[in-house]
């Protein structure tokens, strides 16, 4: 089995490990309501996405539609 000669500096460490973070969510602001939104995704408060409104936000949970 490899053994190590010699200890792994701290900032060798660091420098492998510089890609190993998490990256904060992209947040942004409904313009309706002004809540919170992940980007790309319906807001969950008012029901719109891009400036228009969804079918399938304006659905309660647990209803479903007929096709």
Do not use: W
């Not at 008012?46 to 949970?61: F, H, I, M, P």
């Amino acid at each position: 089995m490899a053994v190590p000669k010699k200890k792994t500096s701290k900032s060798k460490q660091g420098m492998r490990r510089a890609h190993d973070f998490i990256t904060a969510s992209n947040v942004l602001y409904c313009k309706e309501c002004g809540s919170s939104v992940l980007a790309h995704n319906v807001c969950k408060g008012c029901g719109t996405y891009n400036g228009r409104n969804t079918k399938v936000a304006s659905l309660q949970e647990g209803t479903t539609e007929a096709k």
